[in-house]
C-alpha cells in the first residue's frame, strides 16, 4: 500500500516518482567496497 506522502500532486497532475538504479561493473570484478556500498545504500535511503 502506497502511503499518501508518497505521492505528489500538482494543479494538473499526479504522480509517484519510482527509480530502480543498476550499476554495471566491467568483467564483473569488484568496484565498490563495503564502505562505498554503505554510503551509497545510505543516500539511496533518505
Not at 516518482?17 to 533518505?46: G, N, P, T, W
Amino acid at each position: 500500500m502506497i502511503k499518501e506522502i508518497d505521492i505528489r500532486r500538482g494543479r494538473h497532475c499526479t504522480f509517484l516518482m519510482q527509480v530502480h538504479l543498476v550499476f554495471v561493473a566491467k568483467y564483473r570484478r569488484k568496484v565498490f567496497d563495503q564502505d562505498a556500498i554503505e554510503k551509497l545504500r545510505s543516500y539511496f535511503c533518505q
